[in-house]
């Protein structure tokens, strides 16, 4: 776009132009959900997105898990098999990294550096939790013929007119998911915690964040005599926003936005913003690691862990009880301080 400056007049009579690049398109939930003619919903690849789940559906997925849901959950959560520690201290391991930083893809590594067994630890995690609630499962998962199938008269008119022109088999996504979605899971969580603690287990807290309630959660496992280990997990956000919502796709979970960071809906500025709260436990919970004898490791997860070929970087930073810290920080700095680290986070990794 060619755009005249009046603070040069003369540069005006001359012809003389600014030029002015075009205000880039900023991502949000809209867009991400808008109908797109080259990527039309379809069975096995893009939802067809609404913005309600019908209420039928949504008291259901809304409600708080039931006692048989949360002993199955116990059972899939280890609260039930796990044995207590002996002849040392228990673990408490805390994994933190912003929603689709790739936790799961490093636990296996993790679990093996800590010397812990997966089986026999108690994790708290919503989303394992969340796996037992029907309602919540069967919200997720709806297709047009199975939603159609649960209502009735002018609700159903309605729906049908929404989801016109797509397959039966067609999988639905509701942009109002966040209202429906958590259920009680968080306090089951803090339950599940809570009794593995008691019962002197290992214990796995999986956090997006270090909210004040799990800071107070981990002092109080400190005081017990846990040593904590830890595991952070960082991405360039514009790489954690793509796989956040190739995510929203599969799962049927949108991306939830903070209003205060991101007050116009931007994605971006949400992303970075919710990783910078990720960030900030990080090094929270690394000092807590030091101070308690246990272990504290950071990855950059950045790099496409899916793609062929995938070679996995070295830890950013890798620290074992009072041992000196390792690391590598890819050429930023070569002397590996917490310090460094956080630099090269705010340097290297959110602005990207």
């Known amino acids: 776009m060619r755009v005249d400056t009046p603070a040069n007049e003369a540069g005006k009579s001359s012809g003389a132009v600014t030029q002015v690049k075009p205000k880039e398109a900023i991502i949000t939930v809209d867009s991400i959900l808008a109908e797109d003619p ?44 796990s044995m207590a520690a002996t002849d040392r201290k228990p673990k408490l391991i805390v994994t933190i990294g912003a929603a689709g930083a790739g936790k799961s893809c490093k636990m296996k590594e993790c679990f093996e550096k800590f010397e812990a067994e997966q089986k026999n630890v108690v994790i708290s995690d919503g989303d394992e939790v969340r796996d037992q609630h029907a309602g919540i499962q069967a919200a997720l998962k709806l297709t047009k013929k199975n939603l159609l199938a649960g209502l009735e008269g002018e609700e ?7 989801l016109a022109n797509i397959e039966d088999d067609q999988e639905i996504g509701f942009k109002d998911c966040e209202d429906w979605v958590y259920g009680n899971s968080a306090a089951v969580k803090k339950q599940f915690f809570k009794e593995g603690r008691e019962a002197k287990k290992d214990c796995l807290l999986a956090l997006t964040a270090l909210k004040d309630a799990y800071k107070k959660c981990v002092e109080a496992a400190v005081e017990e005599g846990y040593q904590v280990y830890a595991a952070g997990f960082v991405v360039k956000p514009k790489t954690l926003l793509t796989r956040q919502i190739g995510r929203a796709q599969t799962s049927g979970r949108m991306i939830t936005v903070d209003e205060k960071a991101a007050p116009d809906g931007d994605l971006h500025k949400n992303t970075v913003s919710k990783q910078a709260k990720a960030i900030k436990g990080i090094l929270e919970i690394f000092e807590i690691c030091e101070k308690t004898g246990g272990y504290a490791i950071l990855y950059d997860n950045s790099p496409d862990f899916k793609a062929p070929g995938y070679k996995p970087l070295a830890p950013v930073y890798e620290r074992k009880a009072s041992e000196p810290p390792t690391g590598d920080l890819q050429g930023f700095s070569t002397d590996i301080t917490i310090k ?12 990207g």
């Open 38 to 81: 080259h990527d039309p919903p379809k069975v096995g690849g893009r939802r067809k997105w609404i913005a309600k789940l019908p209420e039928c559906f949504k008291k259901e997925a809304s409600r708080e898990l039931t006692e048989a849901e949360i002993e199955a959950a116990k059972g899939t959560c280890g609260v039930l098999t």
């Open 156 to 162: 159903k008119a309605e729906y049908e007119k929404l």
């Open 340 to 351: 460094n680290v956080e630099d090269y986070i705010n340097q290297k990794i959110q602005p």
